[in-house]
């Protein structure tokens, strides 16, 4: 329901908004770093098996990571169901509806994990690998492929605490879990010679392991407040529902990562090469600014189930000045080591020079990117999924004429190719912002309630 008047009795933010912020923001920071550290590390460990078991687990790790990746809505969406439905001071209802979530990841993840096994090996044949990467590839994707469903109960298990303003324990279960996954994978790949398989089962019991520990800690808040444990069809039906309009707009983002991807590599093997380094760094800085779209996710759910929109803008004021202010800084460092960080990736001079040119564009796009990310969580925290949906649609239709007009005309040098894509990306970069913006602005998503 929508309220005209706020209810000025009730202020989420009232007590030391920037300790809150930083309560909810560096745990989930540490928990976003904490997955690719650990899977450099499983890198590693295969990598000592050869360069097929290497580069099958390249293949098999895209394509494990997409099929899990898509479904990021129950993380995002069930922080805000359940933020939301804490701030109207409805506990029980909170939890239960992330249970709700909880068992739609178990319905999603049985059904992906079945597909993904019968289909491993067309899966993999898609990046067009060697025969023996291929073989190595197809082992691990149908063996990790049952630990699928943990994964996806990872994820919205980890919403369920976020939305209770619980950003440590989803950082505890990924040092507990990614660590189990290095001494699994050690024992089992050397101790017991299973080469590649043995990784694979070392992910799925890790996975699981990490799974069964935080179901534990969602289930024990459960019983703490009575709430109902089996699974309800129709808030089951209404947690895919509302997942749908998150779950467009996540494959329009992802699409337009790809498709920037494709044109790189119709730019010749040094922008290619030079453009994945540029794109990785691109997401290790995403890590820290998502941690802020974490936290703005949950406060602002509370927030509007609290009734508090004076609270809720306030604290969108003080997250997007934090989001600028994160850009800036991480801007900052990347420009000041563009001509260094292209050393640690590769001795070809041509690409370090293409790959410096492009650093110098990412670095100026961080205090854009900063604002995109917290204006992304506020509006999924407030469960503005359908105007998300449409305007990264949107955002997609305008950029993809902008990256077509690069591949047809630009065969220039290597860094000159490169420069423009990602100026060509920073364009996408600004589309969000004003979507986003344009939104913010607005009184429409102040949706006030347990429920919108």
Not at 75 to 85: C, E, I, M, P, Q
Not at 153 to 170: E, M, S
Not at 259 to 278: I, M, N, S, Y
Request: glycine share 10%; with cysteine.
């Amino acid at each position: 329901m929508r309220q005209v008047q706020p209810r000025t009795t009730v202020a989420v933010m009232h007590q030391a908004p920037q300790r809150q912020i930083l309560r909810l923001a560096v745990p989930a920071f540490l928990a976003l770093v904490a997955e690719p550290l650990f899977l450099l590390a499983d890198s590693a460990i295969v990598g000592h098996l050869g360069t097929a078991p290497l580069a099958g687990l390249g293949v098999a790790s895209a394509a494990l990571l997409t099929a899990a990746n898509v479904y990021v809505f129950l993380a995002y969406g069930t922080t805000s169901l359940v933020a939301r439905r804490l701030g109207a001071g409805d506990d029980r209802a909170a939890v239960s509806a992330g249970l709700d979530g909880v068992w739609l990841s178990l319905l999603l993840g049985a059904v992906t994990a079945v597909a993904t096994a019968l289909w491993a090996r067309p899966l993999c044949e898609l990046f067009g690998a060697s025969s023996d990467a291929l073989d190595q590839a197809e082992t691990y994707l149908r063996i990790s492929a049952l630990g699928i469903p943990a994964m996806l109960v990872v994820l919205a298990a980890t919403g369920v605490l976020r939305g209770f303003q619980d950003t440590r324990t989803p950082l505890v279960a990924a040092v507990l879990g990614f660590g189990s996954n290095i001494g699994l994978n050690l024992l089992l790949v050397y101790g017991f010679d299973l080469g590649i398989a043995g990784s694979a089962w070392g992910t799925v019991l890790a996975q699981t392991g990490m799974a069964a520990g935080l179901l534990a800690v969602v289930t024990r808040q459960a019983r703490r407040l009575h709430a109902r444990l089996r699974p309800h069809p129709m808030g089951v039906l209404g947690a895919a529902l509302g997942g749908v309009p998150l779950l467009i707009r996540t494959l329009a983002l992802r699409a337009a990562m790809l498709l920037t991807t494709w044109v790189a590599a119709g730019l010749g093997d040094v922008p290619l090469a030079a453009h994945q380094v540029a794109m990785t760094v691109f997401g290790f800085l995403a890590f820290a600014l998502d941690a802020l779209a974490i936290a703005a996710q949950a406060i602002t759910g509370k927030a509007l189930g609290a009734g508090d929109v004076d609270g809720t803008r306030a604290a969108t004021r003080l997250m997007l000045w934090w989001g600028l202010g994160a850009g800036i800084l991480l801007g900052a460092v990347v420009l000041a080591l563009h001509q260094v960080l292209p050393l640690l990736f590769t001795s070809d001079e041509s690409v370090r020079r293409a790959l410096a040119a492009a650093l110098i564009v990412v670095a100026l796009i961080q205090p854009v990117a900063g604002l995109v990310f917290v204006l992304d969580g506020v509006l999924i925290g407030a469960g503005d999924g359908v105007v998300l949906a449409v305007a990264q649609v949107l955002v997609l239709a305008a950029y993809v004429p902008v990256l077509l007009l690069v591949r047809a005309h630009l065969d220039g040098a290597a860094t000159h190719t490169l420069t423009v894509l990602w100026w060509s990306f920073a364009a996408f970069m600004v589309f969000r912002l004003l979507a986003l913006g344009w939104r913010a602005r607005t009184d429409r998503w102040l949706v006030t309630g347990a429920t919108r």
